[in-house]
T-cell receptor, first 114, second 111 residues
Framework: DTAVSQTPKYLVTQMGNDKSIKCEQN?????MYWYKQDSKKFLKIMFS???????INETVPNRFSPKSPDKAHLNLHINSLELGDSAVYFC?????????????FGSGTQLSVL | KQEVTQIPAALSVPEGENLVLNCSFT??????LQWFRQDPGKGLTSLLL?????REQTSGRLNASLDKSSGRSTLYIAASQPGDSATYLC??????????FGDGTTLTVKP
């Protein structure tokens, strides 16, 4: 039933490791996003994909690579994890056109890099 | 570059009070503005979305207004309840689909 689901909910890992977070939406939306919420709760967009095509890349380090196999999925792979990557990562989706579009968020993945 | 500011950062009120949360943005060329609620350890839930051509939206005890020319939006909560306690965020979206969020207002409604 969950509209936007992301896994895992918690991810604890060592510096230097590579990890992935998966996201799926069953709303039929065309656009998906990854957001990062830091320890101060500030939410910032990282990437936006529309129908598997990259639309927004907010100067995120190359270690972060989103992958969209189809428009219902947007996964986030992170290479060589650093301490500063610790944050909560949220996936979201919306319908691309029509100014009534709303953002629907997943419940977040809390990443802790030790 | 769009900047979104929310005032106050935190607000504590007794149950039953009406309250107003404020959001201001620097670039008035927006596509829409949304108000979200975030509970601790949870994702964001969209409360209200105001299109750039609209001035307000209402849902139950919530009313959001938008004044694009002055770069301001308010979220009015009537007859507040303890269950309203959460962090409220506003986000403005531009024509390219990029949303910029404010830092949020953490609301505590005391029984």
């Amino acid at each position: 039933d969950t509209a936007v689901s992301q896994t895992p909910k918690y991810l604890v890992t060592q510096m230097g490791n590579d990890k992935s977070i998966k996201c799926e939406q069953n709303l039929g939306h065309d656009t998906m996003y990854w957001y990062k919420q830091d320890s101060k709760k500030f939410l910032k967009i990282m990437f936006s994909y529309n129908n598997k095509e990259l639309i927004i890349n907010e100067t995120v380090p190359n270690r972060f690579s989103p992958k969209s196999p189809d428009k219902a999925h947007l996964n986030l792979h992170i290479n060589s994890l650093e301490l500063g990557d610790s944050a909560v990562y949220f996936c979201a989706s919306s319908q691309v056109r029509g100014s009534s579009e709303k953002l629907f968020f997943g419940s977040g993945t809390q990443l802790s890099v030790l | 570059k769009q900047e979104v500011t929310q005032i106050p950062a935190a607000l504590s009120v007794p149950e039953g009070e009406n309250l107003v949360l404020n959001c201001s943005f620097t670039d008035s060329a927006i596509y829409n503005l949304q108000w979200f609620r975030q509970d601790p350890g949870k994702g964001l839930t969209s409360l209200l979305l105001i299109q750039s051509s609209q001035r307000e939206q209402t849902s139950g005890r919530l009313n959001a207004s938008l004044d694009k020319s002055s770069g301001r939006s308010t979220l009015y909560i009537a007859a507040s309840q303890p269950g309203d306690s959460a962090t409220y965020l506003c986000a403005v979206t531009n024509n390219a689909g990029k949303s910029t969020f404010g830092d949020g207002t953490t609301l505590t409604v005391k029984p």
